[in-house]
């Protein structure tokens, strides 16, 4: 029998001091910490059978080491450590001129000069130049090949040349790991000058460029925004399943699957989700993927985006969401403006003005397009997409505005649960928010009367029973709200001025591409 004492009773962490025979069973008794008996040194390892009052019976294979003091039997970890490593903040944010500082990242470019090698990394937050001096750097700069994950050692020195306005003079390299085979396109360069398929076949490391990576970061910063901004509105982030019984929009554009032998479809949209969630929060949030299985092959079109949704109870009309996606685009812009101005020079984007957005009627918007450029109007239902360019076309030139909300959307065109003018019921209470003539946005209000979304139901043929558990939040009563859905990839595209949707995906899914 060998003595111990126990230091927490809940968490069943013991350290004490074991006398043992190697390979042989032994037992510990657990004593309280003020009566531990004196250390001992021991070494060696053996397997025990530890008996207590908390745990039972244990059994266990360990090390112990030798220690001049306490022997610990099992470790916590307390959190993240600070480690010798830099990033480039903490060099900026400091004082280390002239200082021996130690930084990690990837060789993303080496230029040889002969006895001076210029050493280019890569981090996270951007490019670090490093200065390799043959005879002063302890290493050949011959083996050092790009993409190299390396940890340097060297001497902080101020140059304005350099991005960040200083340098490493190295004294080590440390090679982490290196590339089995070179790199198949020049991602080094500022421009990779390489088709859009190109980058898209090889994305896993396309994206290590610099400006492709920028696209993302920006991107980043539209959701952070989102996100942000809706906490201060009182909204709720959720979280809803993407495998559903049936699609919110309907229709056949949607991915079917198996779903241990039932019919099952991949969500087209949060829709009946985030509006029973608005019955619990009032005001909720979600940024997530949608599939829809159109058989587009264009330049505007994914099959997997991510949206980025908002429900919101107790509107006065469907005017309050527009003016909540306006706070949303203001706080954004002027966040990408302060946080992320690097990637924005980078790609030299400018921001477009926010601070007001016009808003017009499907119908106005249609007259005024066909009589400044002379289109004749052929579907009195929706917008054609070069409709939707005049459109964003129109109100830049008079307006200034790169952005417009377009109002009253036909009904015929809308899903069953748009919520009619009562004014005129040919027509809906929603909108679509154009961004340089290409639809961004759909939203709206919503019926939320049990008995008017039964007879809209009817009027098209749908039967109770298929959505019965969406209807119950209806039955069983539900504020006025309305919401929206944001596509991601176009809104960035557009703010990028990208030409392809593609571009601003990260792995875009579409009728012809699944992988990478």
């Not at 050092?144 to 490493?168: C, D, M, N, Q, W």
């Not at 088709?195 to 696209?215: F, H, I, W």
């Not at 959701?223 to 309907?250: N, S």
């Not at 005049?390 to 748009?418: C, N």
Request: hydrophobic residues 35%; negative net charge.
């Amino acid at each position: 029998m060998y003595e111990g004492y126990q230091q927490g009773y809940k968490d069943g962490y013991y350290d004490g001091y074991y006398g043992y025979t190697p390979d042989e069973d032994f037992s510990m008794r657990v004593v309280p910490r003020e009566k531990k008996i004196p250390s001992r040194n021991t070494v060696n390892v053996f397997r025990g059978v530890f008996y207590t009052k908390i745990s039972g019976t244990v059994r266990c294979t360990f090390k112990v080491h030798r220690w001049e003091g306490e022997i610990n039997m099992m470790e916590f970890v307390e959190g993240v450590k600070a480690k010798e490593t830099l990033g480039i903040a903490q060099i900026l944010e400091g004082s280390y001129e002239g200082k021996k500082i130690r930084m990690n990242g990837a060789v993303h470019n080496v230029r040889d000069m002969g006895e001076v090698a210029f050493v280019i990394l890569r981090k996270a937050e951007g490019l670090v130049q490093c200065v390799y001096e043959e005879g002063v750097t302890n290493f050949d700069i011959h083996d050092l090949k790009e993409e190299s994950a390396v940890e340097v050692l060297g001497t902080v020195k101020a140059e304005e040349r350099a991005p960040h306005g200083f340098e490493i003079r190295l004294e080590e390299i440390k090679v982490l790991s290196q590339p089995a085979e070179p790199m198949p396109i020049p991602i080094s360069k500022w421009k990779m000058n390489t088709s859009l398929e190109t980058k898209l076949a090889l994305r896993p490391v396309s994206l290590r460029n610099v400006r492709e990576r920028a696209k993302f970061k920006i991107q980043e910063g539209i959701v952070r925004g989102f996100r942000d901004y809706l906490f201060t509105q009182g909204f709720t982030e959720i979280h809803t399943p993407k495998i559903v019984a049936r699609g919110a929009e309907g229709g056949s554009n949607v991915f079917k699957l198996n779903y241990f032998n039932k019919k099952a479809e991949l969500g087209q949209s949060p829709q009946f989700y985030k509006q029973t969630m608005v019955g619990v929060y009032d005001r909720v949030f979600e940024a997530a993927p949608v599939f829809r299985a159109e058989k587009h092959n264009t330049t505007r079109h994914l099959n997997e985006y991510t949206s980025l949704d908002f429900e919101m109870g107790y509107i006065d009309g469907f005017e309050d969401i527009m003016a909540m996606e306006t706070g949303f685009l203001q706080y954004t812009m002027a966040l990408l403006e302060k946080e992320y101005k690097k990637e924005l020079d980078m790609l030299g984007v400018t921001l477009p003005d926010v601070s007001k957005i016009p808003a017009v009627r499907f119908d106005k918007a249609k007259e005024l397009v066909s009589e400044k450029y002379n289109r004749r109007i052929r579907n009195p239902y929706d917008l054609e997409p070069e409709e939707e360019l005049l459109i964003g076309r129109y109100f830049k030139e008079e307006y200034g505005s790169d952005f417009v909300f377009v109002t009253h959307y036909p009904s015929k065109k809308r899903p069953f649960y748009a919520m009619d003018d009562p004014a005129d019921p040919k027509y809906t209470l929603s909108f679509d928010l154009l961004f340089k003539g290409l639809e961004v946005t759909t939203g709206g209000q919503r019926i939320h009367d049990y008995g008017e979304i039964l007879k809209k139901m009817e009027k098209r043929g749908m039967d109770p029973e298929d959505i019965a558990s969406y209807l119950m939040i209806f039955k069983y009563g539900m504020p006025p709200h309305g919401g929206l859905g944001i596509g991601l990839e176009r809104l960035t595209m557009r703010l990028l001025d990208e030409q392809n949707v593609r571009e601003t995906a990260l792995f875009p899914r579409d009728v012809t591409r699944l992988e990478p």
